[in-house]
Structures are given as C-alpha cells and as structure tokens.
C-alpha cells in the first residue's frame, strides 16, 4: 500500500525547511566567527591603575589592529594607522557622527592627493581611554565606514606592543 500524496508533500516541506533552518544557523555562526577574526576587539578590554588606563587590542588574522571606537557617544570601526597624520573619517561617517566639516585641505592618501576637510572630534573613547578635542580630517574617498586612528590621536597615548597585541595606555 502506498502512502497518500498529501504525506509525501508535507514531508518534502518539512524537509526543505529543516535544510533551510540548518543552512541559515550555519551561516549565522560562521558570520559570527569570521567577524570576530576580522575584528577581534568588538569589545575592548581596558584597565585602571593608580596612575594609567589601559586598553588592549589583539591583531586580526591580517596583521592589523582593529576595534570600535566611541565618537561623541556613538560606536564606529576603526583601523589603527600610524601613518595618518590625523584621525581620518570618510565623508559618509562624519555625516553619521555629526562632525562638521571645516577648513579645505589638500591632503596625500594611499589613492593619491584629495581634498579634504579639518574638523574635531569632542570625545573618542577606547575602552576606558578618553580623549577630547582630537583632530580629524573629513576624506571624501575614503572607502569603507571604519576610521582610520591616527597619529592626532595615537600621539595623545603611550603604546607598546608584544606578540600579536598593542597595549595603549593613557596616563591619569
């Protein structure tokens, strides 16, 4: 005896949708996964002592120091970059932050010379480490949402680094 064509439908459904349930926790796992060694430092660790904060950053698979930052009370990605003279922000995120573009400026990036815009930061946070009035540059071409921590902010900061971490330290 065979059994009814209804049963044989329902349970091809069922299992298209268990294949599908189990493709999408996949997904969402190793999304999770591949994130976190992207950006190892989604939450950064920090420290106090009597007279330093300290914040550590691992490196990511790639070599480089990647976190979020706070700018003026809202999260962002950031490249650690001691090339760049400033903090340096594409035009689309400063428009998120609020940060208003001041002087012109003609400045060299990886992609040739541009144009681009003074402004400041009011507050940058890493972990506990806080920073005021930090100087930033507005570049339009500037591909991605992260920003580029440079040395306008790094110069405020001591920082060493051991094996595949950077200690930042601000003194208090």
């Given at each position: 005896?065979?059994?009814?064509?209804?049963?044989?439908?329902?349970?091809?459904?069922?299992?298209?949708?268990?294949?599908l349930l189990?493709?999408?926790?996949?997904?969402?796992?190793?999304?999770?996964?591949l994130s976190k060694q992207q950006n190892p430092n989604q939450q950064l660790q920090s420290s106090v002592s009597a007279n330093e904060i300290t914040t550590k950053l691992a490196r990511n698979r790639a070599g480089h120091y990647l976190g979020v930052a706070l700018i003026n009370g809202k999260p962002i990605d950031f490249l650690l970059d001691t090339g760049a003279t400033t903090v340096a922000i594409s035009a689309s995120?400063?428009?998120?932050?609020?940060?208003?573009?001041?002087?012109?400026?003609?400045?060299?990036?990886?992609?040739?010379?541009?144009?681009?815009w003074r402004s400041e930061i009011a507050e940058l946070k890493l972990g506990l480490i806080t920073l005021h009035n930090v100087p930033a540059s507005i570049v339009p071409n500037l591909a991605g949402s992260e920003i580029l921590l440079g040395m306008s902010a790094l110069k405020q900061l001591e920082?060493?680094?051991?094996g595949n971490e950077l200690t930042l330290i601000q003194r208090i």
């Open positions: 005896m065979q059994a009814p064509e209804v049963s044989s439908a329902f349970g091809k459904f069922f299992t298209l949708i268990t294949w189990l493709a999408g926790a996949l997904f969402w796992f190793f999304q999770d996964y995120a400063a428009a998120e932050l609020g940060l208003p573009k001041g002087a012109e400026m003609r400045v060299a990036t990886a992609n040739g010379v541009t144009t681009a920082f060493r680094q051991q």
